[in-house]
T-cell receptor, first 113, second 112 residues
């Protein structure tokens, strides 16, 4: 049973560029959330997708957008990259009801130079 | 002992000791809580969770205690092993939303 898988694992982008990160949820999970984790900090919630729609959103600018596909996989897009966007981007999958275990992928390390 | 480093509080213990990691959560409406272990360069790994209608839950070598009165959560690790060395995060959530708010994290260092 595959867990949450993310790609790419590492990437380097230049300020102003755009990036797309990808996530496949754990088998049987239909809810995908994205978190940003800066070095030395806890993960911060970006947004959550369920039934191909954004269901909840954290305190992140519109430069951060996402998408969920019919097979429940998801993408995170960040436009006009800033140096401060450098972080580990984590995808988490779960069932939509709280109290069910939320599983995280290994993350995508983004460095903006 | 426990100390506050530049970025994360750090708990240093000897192999075989029992470890206690503490967490103060922020939202009195939170009704479920999870502890995650995060090793360097990896994503958070689920350890144990607890709902607000409980004050204690035990797993394999781990126990989570919840004190809702003072909004405090703790993780106890019995017979700590070098492989337990990692950063530990507590996270809180609210029924109806499968999103989490994470605490700052505590680094656990286990010496052989």
């Amino acid at each position: 049973d595959a867990g949450v898988t993310q790609s790419p694992t590492h990437l380097i982008k230049t300020r102003g560029q755009q990036v797309t990160l990808r996530c496949s949820p754990k088998s049987g999970h239909d809810t995908v959330s994205w978190y940003q984790q800066a070095l030395g900090q806890g993960p911060q919630f970006i947004f959550q997708y369920y039934e191909e729609e954004e269901r909840q959103r954290g305190n992140f600018p519109d430069r951060f957008s996402g998408h969920q596909f019919p097979n429940y996989s998801s993408e995170l897009n960040v436009n006009a990259l800033l140096l401060g966007d450098s972080a580990l981007y984590l995808c988490a999958s779960s069932l939509p009801v709280s109290g069910n275990t939320i599983y995280f992928g290994e993350g995508s390390w983004l460095t903006v130079v | 002992g426990e100390s506050v480093g530049l970025h994360l509080p750090t708990l240093s213990v000897q192999e075989g000791d029992n470890s206690i990691i503490n967490c103060a959560y922020s939202n009195s409406a939170s009704d479920y809580f999870i502890w995650y272990k995060q090793e360097s360069g990896k994503g958070p790994q689920f350890i144990i969770d607890i709902r607000s209608n409980m004050d204690k839950r035990q797993g394999q070598r781990v126990t989570v205690l919840l004190n809702k009165t003072v909004k405090h959560l703790s993780l106890q690790i019995a017979a700590t092993q070098p492989g337990d060395s990692a950063v530990y995060f507590c996270a809180e959530g609210i029924s109806g939303y499968s999103t989490l708010t994470f605490g700052k994290g505590t680094m656990l260092l286990v010496s052989p």
